[in-house]
Every structure is written in C-alpha cells, then in structure tokens.
C-alpha cells in the first residue's frame, strides 16, 4: 500500500515524533483505541506502519505541520493555439497539463482541479487509501492567491519550457499527458529540497514523506 518506503528510517523518524509530543505508549494507545501497545512498538521498530485512519489522528496530535504539497497553482495560457491550464504543485512543482476545460467546469473551478489531481494520483499508481489520505489532511479546497514569489517562478518556467514541447497536443484528450510527461522531466531543486530532482520524483517524495507522517502532513 505504501509503496517504497524507508522503513527504518521511517520507524526513527516517528519515535523522534512520539518522544518530542510528551505522549506516552499508553496516551497514544487509549487515544487510538487500540486494545494493547504491540502495534506501537511496532511501529518503533520499523515491523509496520501506523493505517491511514491512524496516521491521520496522529498527524493532528502530533502537530505535524502543514504543507505547499497540498497547495496547487493554476495558470491558463495559449500553447500551440490551444487553451492549455497548467495545475502545477507549490512543493515540487510537478504539473498536469489540462485542454479545452468546458464552461460548466469554471462553475466547479475547485471540485474539477480536486477530480484532475485524484485521477492524475491515480494514473500514477497511488492506491485509493492513498489518494484519500492525501484529500483528508488537506482540509476543504479553498482559491487563493498564488503562493509567493518562488511558486509563480515555478509556473512560467513550466509555461516556458512549454513552448518547446515539439510534438502536437492530443486532439481529443482534456489531459496532455505527453505534454505533463515532459515538463516534468525538467530537473529542479525546489525549497525544501536538499537536492536536484525531476518533478515527478519529488513528487513522489513528497507522498513519502505524508505517508510516513514525518514532515509538512
């Protein structure tokens, strides 16, 4: 369910957590409901990890604080004459290239961006329990200005690396995914990052990091 994970690092990074909240195995045990410690120390151990129903409590208790990876921008410009929106991510600049969005859609601007990104997580192999984790630490969807300076620099630099895209969109696709298969292959090194990477990986580091319950949940 949770893909490729760094299991010891995970289990060390979530007994800094518990030792750092002033919990103990017993507070969290009664607060979760569970009927004995043994998952606990489980999870300490690196044996399993917490379900998304727990991580979800945990993240709260914990206060594990929140993060760009849940905040999209969008940008609605002309490529190759068509109208082209880019939904591009404020954490690790990972975009999605949507066409030809229909009228009714503006009337449901935020419920159509939620529905590209959960089929967009889905094409790229996140599970259900996943992509509802993801939803449910989000919080409601609400429109807001772009998020600062570094995110716009984000955008027009997918929008111009867009120019370049050499092959013809999709004729009767709404999602060009040669189109997003390519700008996210431009290696970057966003804030928060200690190194360079494609979008798409960072991306997926990003999850990683929701998933284990370690940072910006």
């Known amino acids: 369910m949770y893909g490729n994970i ?8 979530l007994k800094e957590l518990f030792d750092g909240s002033g919990y103990t195995v017993k507070d969290i045990q009664k607060i979760l409901h569970l009927s004995c410690p043994q ?33 999209w921008d969008t940008h609605l410009t002309k490529i190759k004459r068509r109208n082209v929106v880019f939904i591009v991510n404020a954490s690790n600049r990972y975009t999605i290239a949507m066409t ?29 329990d996943q992509i ?3 939803f449910k630490m989000s919080g409601d969807t609400t429109v807001t200005k772009t998020h600062g300076r570094k995110s716009v620099g984000g955008i027009n630099r997918m929008v111009m690396n867009a120019q370049y895209f050499g092959e013809k969109l999709e004729k009767e696709a709404k999602y060009q995914w040669e189109l997003s298969e390519y700008l996210n ?13 494609y979008p798409s990986e960072l991306f997926k580091l990003d999850m990683e990091r929701l998933v284990c319950c370690i940072v910006d949940i």
């Not at 044996?47 to 993060?67: E, F, G, M, N, Q």
């Not at 009714?104 to 961006?113: K, Q, S």
């Open 6 to 13: 760094d299991m010891e690092r995970t289990a060390i990074l």
């Open 39 to 71: 998952p606990i120390y489980r999870w300490f151990r690196g044996s399993i990890l917490p379900s998304v129903d727990h991580l979800y409590v945990l993240s709260r208790l914990l206060k594990v604080r929140a993060s760009l990876v849940f905040r």
């Open 100 to 128: 030809d969005i229909e009228p009714r859609n503006w009337n449901y601007y935020t419920m159509y961006i939620s529905r590209v990104i959960h089929g967009v997580m889905q094409e790229m192999g996140y599970s259900e």
């Open 132 to 134: 509802g984790l993801y």
């Open 185 to 197: 292959r431009d290696i970057c090194q966003p804030e928060g990052f200690d190194a360079y990477g």
